[in-house]
């Protein structure tokens, strides 16, 4: 049977201004590309719960999961590696950006910029549900995600 990951973005938003990052030259995937802070689910690990931690882990920004904005699959460089990626909307709760390894450089920049950036295609779909979303939902809005546990 064949193994499928599942990977995670957090669209990161403190004062109305999206956190995006440049991947480092070293990385295997895509280096020198733009994203959002993006991960794998670790194994017993909730897909809002792994956010967050690669959001801590990453950029060492504590973030709150506000809802999903999008949902998809890709095959991360070959047919080897299938994945499932799933983005979610946060706010910034608390932090300074401090980039990993993983990054050589980050910026804020408006959620209509992200939207605009040739650069950031892969994560297009994701800003243009945030935009929407944002329109038609109050500031406040939680989405509340399930909670299974094994008995």
Not at 120 to 131: C, I, P, T
């Amino acid at each position: 049977m064949k193994k499928v990951y599942v990977g995670m973005a957090a669209v990161i938003e403190k004062d109305n201004q999206i956190l995006i990052l440049k991947r480092s030259a070293e990385r295997d995937f895509e280096p020198e590309m733009w994203e959002t802070v993006t991960g794998r689910l670790e194994a017993d690990e909730s897909p809002v719960r792994g956010v967050e931690r690669e959001a801590e882990e990453e950029v060492g920004l504590k973030v709150k999961v506000q809802y999903p904005l999008d949902i998809g699959f890709f095959y991360r460089g070959s047919k080897d590696f299938p994945m499932v990626f799933i983005s979610f909307y946060c706010k910034y709760i608390e932090g300074e950006v401090n980039i990993s390894w993983e990054h050589s450089e980050y910026k804020w920049i408006s959620l209509d910029e992200a939207i605009d950036l040739a650069d950031l295609q892969h994560f297009h779909v994701m800003f243009k549900n945030l935009k929407e979303l944002k329109k038609r939902l109050p500031d406040d809005f939680i989405f509340e995600f399930s909670s299974f546990s094994q008995s």
